[in-house]
């Protein structure tokens, strides 16, 4: 699991990084930070799509509200990773 997770991060990075955001950093550090900033972003909003998950199935009960906590969250998540990579991940930085 961790590796399966560890992988699709990186293949999301790339992806993202080359064909939705079209971004080329200037330097190895530049690298270096746009891989930590889209990492740590990208944990947070996985901690968004496991609280509405959890909190859905916690709150109602049912199998049936864990899996619509899920698509909320994931929705949330992923426009929330998408608004945050945009304005200050794949940003041109000075120095």
Same mark, same amino acid.
């Given at each position: 699991?961790? =590796?399966?997770?560890? =992988?699709?991060?990186?293949?999301?990075?790339?992806?993202?990084?080359?064909? %939705?955001? *079209?971004?080329?950093? @200037?330097?190895?550090?530049?690298?270096? *930070?746009?891989? &930590?900033?889209?990492?740590?972003?990208? =944990?947070?909003?996985?901690?968004?799509?496991?609280?509405?998950?959890?909190?859905?199935?916690?709150?109602?009960?049912?199998?049936?509200?864990?899996?619509?906590?899920? &698509? %909320?969250?994931? /929705? %949330?998540?992923?426009? /929330? @990773?998408?608004?945050?990579? *945009? *304005?200050?991940?794949?940003?041109?930085?000075?120095?």
């Amino acid at each position: 699991m961790l =590796v399966g997770t560890v =992988v699709g991060l990186a293949v999301k990075y790339v992806l993202d990084r080359r064909y %939705i955001f *079209r971004y080329r950093a @200037k330097s190895f550090s530049g690298t270096v *930070r746009t891989l &930590v900033m889209y990492t740590l972003f990208s =944990v947070a909003t996985t901690l968004v799509f496991w609280g509405f998950e959890f909190g859905f199935h916690w709150f109602f009960g049912t199998e049936a509200a864990r899996y619509a906590g899920a &698509v %909320i969250g994931l /929705a %949330i998540g992923y426009a /929330a @990773k998408y608004q945050l990579d *945009r *304005r200050y991940t794949f940003v041109e930085r000075e120095g």
